[in-house]
């Protein structure tokens, strides 16, 4: 079973919209952290945020603001007027107890259209 | 401050060929991770060193796949006979600590492309 779920693909949004990224987890630990990180079309992982499963204070960083929930297992992103610089793929993943790696979900593609 | 390095960014080799794909982690980082990067599999863990030691090789595919870390500046993943469903971009990463308390910083990546 998938440990991290981006069910969204791709996503496609015009310049100034805002848009959300969804990422849900399973996970069977209490102590985790969650990240997200950013592939834009040069190809590096830019890291974006962490957080762990005990803060469940959402996050804002400019246009950038997260939305953990506990209850439904999710870590939502949102850009919020979004640029065509944000166009890039990005990563939800999730790190557990004693593990040693990431586990990544399969990434949403968002293409932002000038 | 200098990035993760990798080396080469692009390699283009035949099947059965030797490839070495380098890495300079962050200065002070003691942890070092390798992942690939295929459309198929997504990005997957091959190897994880913690303070120049292999911690978790459960990722590497077969044989054909060694790492090493000499010292703390400098990791090599080596390839040895190549195939074509190696190819694919191969990541290195590092970070202050081991687990999942600390970010992980990506290089570049390697393209390889196996003929």
């Known amino acids: 079973a998938q440990k991290v779920t981006q069910a969204q693909t791709e996503i496609s949004v015009v310049e100034k919209e805002d848009v959300t990224l969804d990422c849900v987890y399973e996970t069977r630990d209490t102590t985790y952290y969650l990240f997200w990180y950013k592939q834009p079309p040069s190809g590096e992982l830019v890291f974006l945020i962490r957080r762990n499963s005990f803060d469940e204070q959402n996050e804002i960083s400019g246009r950038y603001s997260w939305n953990f929930q506990k209850s439904t297992s999710s870590f939502n992103f949102t850009i919020t007027a979004s640029q065509v610089v944000d166009s890039a793929v990005y990563f939800c993943a999730l790190s557990e107890t004693g593990a040693n790696n990431l586990f990544f979900g399969t990434g949403t593609r968002l293409t932002v259209i000038p | 401050d200098a990035g993760v390095i990798q080396s080469p960014r692009h390699e283009v080799t035949e099947m059965g060929q030797e490839v070495t794909l380098r890495c300079k982690p962050i200065s002070g980082h003691n942890s070092l991770f390798w992942y690939r990067q295929t459309m198929m599999r997504g990005l997957e863990l091959l190897i994880y060193f913690n303070n120049n030691v292999p911690i978790d090789d459960s990722g590497m595919p077969e044989d054909r796949f060694s790492a090493k870390m000499p010292n703390a500046s400098f990791s090599t993943l080596k390839i040895q006979p190549s195939e074509p469903r190696d190819s694919a971009v191969y990541f290195c990463?590092?970070?202050?600590?081991?687990?999942?308390?600390?970010?992980?910083?990506f290089g570049p990546g390697t393209r390889l492309t196996v003929t």
């Open positions: 990463a590092s970070s202050l600590g081991s687990g999942r308390f600390y970010e992980q910083y």
